[in-house]
T-cell receptor, first 113, second 110 residues
């Protein structure tokens, strides 16, 4: 069990640029989640994959956000035309089945200047 | 909409004192999970409670799930500096995601 990994760990970008983050879940976990966390708040759900299917998206996920999990393994989260309000920690988590504990990665901290 | 509130928001304790955080949901929960997030770290799963009135212990940590399955608590006996962090409760929202509480940030003064 190598844990959930995320890359990059930090990203600084200028407003208007596109960014892409990657998440590698625990290998036998077929469920993958993306969350966003701002300072002093709990993680907020963004989207969920079961294998390669994206089954749920939060209303927080505007049209500028897109997520993929092409082969049911790693996942990418892309933010287009970044805005300063997108600055946050983006967390990925995986789990073995529904309503089961989630294992979080270290997160990608995005700063939009 | 569904809300999960935690109190207190912050707690400072002297090392060796006890600590309790309370989690209250606006709706009945099928289960509740607790996570700990160290400063600069990511949430780490602690425990899941499923049954009404359930009590589980992990060393100095005691977790309770209310009879009505709308509230929960985490109690730490004789805090240590390693207990520092933010403690979140989380309830399921639908089948596919968790709704995290507001968190309680614990500071332990040596």
């Amino acid at each position: 069990d190598t844990g959930v990994s995320q890359n990059p760990r930090h990203k600084i970008t200028k407003r208007g640029q596109n960014v892409t983050f990657r998440c590698d879940p625990i290998s036998e976990h077929n469920r993958l989640y993306w969350y966003r966390q701002t300072l002093g708040q709990g993680p907020e759900f963004l989207t969920y994959f079961q294998n390669e299917a994206q089954l749920e998206k939060s209303r927080l996920l505007s049209d500028r956000f897109s997520a993929e999990r092409p082969k049911g393994s790693f996942s990418t989260l892309e933010i287009q035309r970044t805005e300063q309000g997108d600055s946050a920690m983006y967390l990925c988590a995986s789990s073995r089945r529904e309503n089961y504990e989630q294992y979080f990665g270290p997160g990608t901290r995005l700063t939009v200047t | 909409g569904q809300q999960v509130m935690q109190i207190p928001q912050y707690q400072h304790v002297q090392e060796g004192e006890d600590f309790t955080t309370y989690c209250n949901s606006s709706t009945t929960l099928s289960n509740i999970q607790w996570y700990k997030q160290r400063p600069g770290g990511h949430p780490v799963f602690l425990i899941q409670l499923v049954k009404s009135g359930e009590v589980k212990k992990q060393k100095r940590l005691t977790f309770q799930f209310g009879e009505a399955k709308k509230n929960s608590s985490l109690h730490i006996t004789a805090t240590q500096t390693t207990d520092v962090g933010t403690y979140f409760c989380a309830g399921p929202r639908g089948a596919n995601n968790l709704f995290f509480g507001t968190g309680t940030r614990l500071t332990v003064i040596p």
